[in-house]
């Protein structure tokens, strides 16, 4: 019975459900697995399975991203002059991991914009395209889960990055991405994607590698913490209870005035056109035997 | 309209005769005893559901905690979902209580009530039109034309102590510009020459090789972030605000090749980073929605759209007028700084601005020189 | 059939007086001794009010009225109307520790630290925002109806005030938070009168006290709101109940009710406790709303700040229609002599709300001047029979809704997957377009509805009785209409005849239209407002179609079917609602 809970209010009280931990560890055993293959190419002596999974990784970019990008991450551009898929070299790990993980590349079709959809390749898969186009150039790695965890902290210092975090959230996220994470309209088309169920491990690197149209918040713009807080925040929104009732999607006024006029004055006509209604009638007269 | 003595119209020849009201039908409450004990009960059972709905009110009041220790329920706060619901369930029971009352137990025989023209009678007409010329008669303000005047004028007059009070409301734009306050008035900002630009929020300045080809930083001018020697800040306040309001930035790199900088705009970047001003010149929204490939900035309240790798120029929307630059430089200790304020003023037009001047000659260049 | 209406007034006043007086009438006895209230009583406790869905829009503005006052006076013992600055140590983690105004502080502190705070909050908002929508209705209403015209424009006048009012009210309540939504709103402001000609900048200087935002507007802003507005509301709702008593209220054509009488149910005990019940209900589902639904989450838009923003940011929805223009409105500037009129800021937001409320006002004048009616009218028309009418509001309509559209152009680009430049562009020829294009079809269509209504009474209603001749050929059977049926639809007056200008006064006592300076003018407006009308039949027309109809009866025979389904039609249809 955990539908009246107490005790969700105070972040220092937050604890995090059992299922949370289970996530962690795996992103965690995933996600080592990711960097180490981001980082090999720097190391001098690479090991065998370093080699392979580069190898494999290679298979793979020829079979779903060569097309557009290029035997070698090169880049691709059509007759016209328009660029069919960017140069990989020096995007990094994070970029691929980002663009694979979230199921925005392969690209069905070339588009302005990338849509998520359900991820094609599987994590392993994932792994070795990223370690093959980490192996092109040096660029950000995959982060590790230490990069965008609070812990480690303590209760004062977890809720001071919250603040700190929202603060930076509210001037470098919200003009794109709303409030509430919600996202927004762009250009031509173009959105902001919603953040709701964006995983800690995404944020991060679509912050660190700028994807699609999205400014990149390299280390120099946003320190490794200040993203940590950002995502903190953004975790704390996810957690925390909706004070208020239905979120009627977190848009903002546009939505709320919609269920004014639909909520509010329809049921309100709705009861005006009971209270005139006509109640049934009898067809027999008063002071008839019934 | 003296010709519409009768304002009630005649009621017009109708192809077919008023058949007059129906008969009165009865309700099923009205002749059979059984019906109406039962709405009775009906009614009454509404009201105590209503009382019911008052008491849990109060037993949600003191029971579900806010704050701290905020009580939920299906993940929402419980406190104001429970008092809603049964401060609803008590309204609402207790008016549909009424209404079902009205409906099927109070007497619901149609009545009728006789109009009258909205106008007075002939006579009263006539009595009050003969008392209002009498009482202008008596005034003398149709002979005495000076009293006419007079009062006119001494009427339009007093306005003038309504309208002066007023101008307490606040001190004129000139006013405020020749205070002496740095960056006062719609013309000036914050910014001034050496000024260091600094990320918004956390306050630390930033050096060109912190900004990489595609970051977008939301940042201010130093000022606002520095501090005494105890630490307190030297702004705060209004005087914060209105220097925020006016001094934020958006700072971005791009590729030089990409940037098609305005007249006289040459030396106003540092290696490829550009710094604009983040209020909008539309009605002054700050801005900072960018595309990253298209250097096209966004505003989110009215959608103009800028390019910032060429001046900042309006590609869409309705802006008329691009974002102010600020010319960037480096200092001595290899931060990022400014020039010199702002060549225009930043934000929305007004009547007053000169939006005819020359904006790429930055003030004490040309006195050096 | 009929009864004697007179009988029914007499026995309903004579009833009162002749019983003894009970408990109450003790009471009343001790009141009127001292208050003398007999004497405006004696009519009113029984003043009839007619019944109808459609009468009731106004009464949800008057309670959602009523609620703002009750939810505000409880919020005014919480809310601090001051910009100074305070740091945040309440209960929300999320902020603690940011600096901000100390009205914001305190909208924090009634969201999370006062018991049923947010609550109260939230149907305050709610509130607000159904009683703009309650009043648009309502205005809607009066005007397909023809309830706003002579003696009722004065009414129409104050409405329209009413509703004026009731939007800055809405204005000064969204900005009184102080989080970052009601901040760009107030940001917005500030750039909206800076682009006004000659007095813009010292308007916003005297308004903030001094350079935007300053630390004046939250209070200034808040007197505005609880004092200065809501007392003319009170004064200007007074004055609207009052004409409406005066008036007597309108009511729909049908047997029994004429332009003379008003028939319905009187104030004690039906109206007023249908009226009284209908306040609970309002009430109540304003406070489900409150409870349940999520409104203006100031927690999470965060104190103002003048360097963030959010996407999706829209003021509240009545606000939507001008913010729509100003996103549409293409970049104009002007440039003269040291000075800069905005003009994309200027006719968006300055002159077009003016230009459209004064066509507001202005919509019964314009109508009697060129009809040149100058009759009283209590009966309401049917949105179909005055063709021009109908259609000019629901051009008017289009018009808003469109703009509506464009003010919330970003939220439907994501939410429909198009894009913001491309709906912009639409709209900015569809504002025009489409105001015309819904002109044309809802005239033709009222005049359909018309020729529908004209066929009816003339050739009977469709029964579903498919008929088969001896021929072998198909028909359905169409049967007359019930009396009350057909006097309900016939109950209106006829219009009058355009092509042939009479003189002087009409038949209808209508004014001759040639006369004036402007008659070629109003000669065209008065032949597009009743040219392609359909006129009911004559008492001479209608006996000729029955006389027909009648001949076609005895042709296909089947008395017995006929009897059958003309008394199923008398029952289905009493007429008259």
Known sequence: MRFLNRSVGRLSRHRRGPVAGLVLLLLGLLVSGGLYAGLAPASADETRTDAELIAEGRELFLVSCAFCHGQNGEGLETLNGNILGPSLVGVGAAAVDFQVGTGRMPMAQPGAQAPTKPEELDEDETEAVAAFVASLGPGPAVPSPEDYSLDGLDDEEREQAIVRGGQIFLTNCTACHNFNGKGGAMPRGGAAPDLSNTTPEHIYEAMLTGPGQMDSFSNGNLSPEEKRDVIAYLMNLREQPNYGGFTLGGLGPVSEGLFAWLGGIGALVAFAVWIAAHTTRSSKKKGETA | MTDSHDTLPVPADRPIDDPGLPEHAWRPTDVDPAAEKRAERQVAGLFGLSMVCAVLFVVAYFSLDIGDNHTTFLGMGASTLALGAALGGTLLFFGIGIIQWARKLMGDHEIIEMRHPARSSDEDRAATLEALNLGLEESGIGRRKLVLFGIGGAGFFMLAPAVVLLRDLGPTPNQVAESGVEGAGLERTIWTKGMRVVRDVVGTPIRPADVEIGDLFNAEPAAIFEVDEEGHPLIEGVELQVAKSKGAVVLIRMDPEDNNPGPGRENWDVDGILCYSKICTHVGCPISLNERKTHHLLCPCHQSTFDLADAAKVVFGPAARPLPQLPLAVDEEGYLVAQSDFTEPVGPSYWERDSQADTSKIPGEGDSA | ?577
């Open chain 3, 1 to 577: 059939m009929s009864i004697d209406t007179s009988k029914v007034a007499t026995s309903n006043s004579s009833a009162a007086i002749a019983k003894k007086p009970g408990r109450a009438g003790a009471v009343a006895e001790w009141a009127d001794d001292r208050l003398g209230l007999a004497t405006a009583m004696k009519k009113n406790l029984r003043k009839v009010f007619p019944d109808h869905w459609s009468f009731m829009l106004g009464e949800i503005a008057l309670w959602s009225f009523v609620v703002l006052l009750l939810s505000g006076v409880f919020l005014t013992l919480w809310f601090n109307p001051s910009m100074g600055e305070v740091q945040y140590n309440g209960s929300y983690d999320a902020l603690r520790g940011i600096h901000m105004s100390e009205a914001y502080a305190s909208s924090l502190k009634l969201s999370f630290d006062v018991r049923g705070g947010l609550l109260m909050r939230q149907m305050h908002h709610w509130a607000a925002m159904i009683f703009i929508a309650s009043m648009m209705i309502h205005l809607l209403r009066v005007y397909f109806t023809g309830a706003h015209r002579k003696p009722r424009e004065l009414n129409w006048v104050i409405g329209c005030l009413l509703l004026l009012l009731g939007t800055l009210e809405g204005f000064t309540g969204y900005s009184l938070p102080d989080d970052l939504l009601s901040g760009t709103g107030i940001r917005a402001a500030d750039g909206f009168m800076k682009s006004m000609p000659v007095v813009g900048s010292y308007m916003s200087f005297f308004l903030f006290g001094g350079e935007f935002p300053g630390e004046s507007i939250i209070p200034r802003l808040y007197t505005v709101h609880v004092l200065l507005i809501p007392g003319l509301l009170l004064a200007l709702i007074a004055a609207h109940m009052l004409l409406l008593v005066y008036h007597k209220h309108t009511q729909w054509a049908g047997p029994g009710r004429t332009e003379e009488n008003v028939v319905g149910f009187p104030m004690l005990p039906v109206y007023a406790a249908k009226a009284g019940g209908f306040f609970f209900i309002v009430f109540g589902v304003i406070a489900l709303m409150g409870g349940l639904l999520t409104l203006n989450p100031v927690w999470l838009y965060g104190p103002y700040d003048p360097s963030k923003v959010t996407a999706g940011s829209q003021p509240d929805w009545y606000m939507g229609w001008p913010d729509g223009a100003l996103r549409i409105m293409p970049g104009l500037e002007t440039h003269l002599f040291g000075h800069t009129l905005s003009w994309n800021v200027f006719l968006p937001i300055i002159v077009l709300p003016g230009l459209m409320f004064t066509i507001l006002l202005l919509l019964p004048f314009v109508e009697s001047w060129i009809t040149g009616d100058k009759r009283d009218h209590h009966l309401l028309q049917r949105p179909r029979n005055a063709p021009t009418r109908t259609a000019t509001m629901v051009a008017l309509m289009t018009f808003y809704g469109l703009m509506w559209a464009a003010g919330g152009n970003d939220i439907i680009a994501i939410l429909l997957d198009l894009s913001i430049n491309q709906i912009t562009y639409f709209m900015r020829v569809a504002v025009f377009v489409g105001p015309v294009i819904a002109f044309i079809i809802t005239r033709r269509w009222c005049i359909s509805l018309q020729r529908k209504d004209e066929e009816v009474l003339l050739h009977g209603y469709e029964t579903g009785v498919i008929m088969r001749s001896p021929e072998g050929g198909y028909s359905e059977r169409h049967l007359p209409v019930s009396e009350s049926r057909a006097y309900t639809l016939t109950a209106r007056d006829r219009d009058p005849d355009v092509t042939a200008p009479e003189s002087t006064v009409d038949a209808n006592g209508l004014e001759d239209p040639s006369s004036g300076r402007l008659s070629g003018l109003r000669q065209r407006l008065r032949t597009l407002m009743y040219a392609d009308n359909v006129q009911p039949p004559t008492r001479q027309e209608l006996e000729a179609a029955h006389h027909h109809a009648d001949h076609d009866a005895d042709h296909h025979a089947d008395h017995h079917a006929d009897h059958e389904l003309e008394s199923r039609d008398r029952d289905a249809l009493p007429g008259g609602h």
